[in-house]
């Protein structure tokens, strides 16, 4: 019923920029936080982003000052602008909404199938 699709990731240098996308479809009635987490081999999964539906961003420790999420309400998107890449960035990075159906009572995560970011050093 709902699709995160991701987009955007690839191999990069350190130093370099990437910028992933990701555009939920499917009966939604409404997203309230939109984000991204990533997930480095033998490791958890962790918050990179997220955004709320106002435009209030928040960032993990480990990004501030170099990522920057924005989000298009109208559209369904969320985007992730990431400079200054460093060969620790590299994962697979997952796009998550906190979303509400036309036929659900509830909200509840859903997530994309993620996308692999490489930094190379």
């Known amino acids: 019923q709902v699709q995160l699709v991701e987009s955007g990731g690839g191999l990069v240098q350190a130093g370099g920029s990437l910028r992933l996308s990701c555009a939920a479809s499917?009966?939604?009635?409404?997203?309230?936080?939109m984000g991204w987490y990533r997930q480095a081999p033998g490791k958890e999964r962790e918050l990179v982003a997220r955004?709320?539906?106002?435009?209030?961003?928040n960032y993990a420790d480990s990004v501030k000052g170099r990522f920057t999420i924005s989000r298009d309400n109208a559209k369904n998107t969320v985007d992730l602008e990431m400079n200054s890449l460093k060969p620790e960035d590299t994962a697979v990075y997952y796009c998550?909404?906190?979303?509400?159906?036309?036929?659900?009572?509830?909200?509840?995560?859903?997530w994309g199938q993620g996308t692999q970011v490489t930094v190379s050093s």
């Open positions: 955004i709320s539906s106002g435009g209030s961003p």
């Open positions: 998550s909404g906190f979303i509400k159906l036309y036929s659900g009572s509830a909200y509840r995560n859903y």
């Open positions: 499917g009966s939604i009635s409404s997203i309230i936080t």
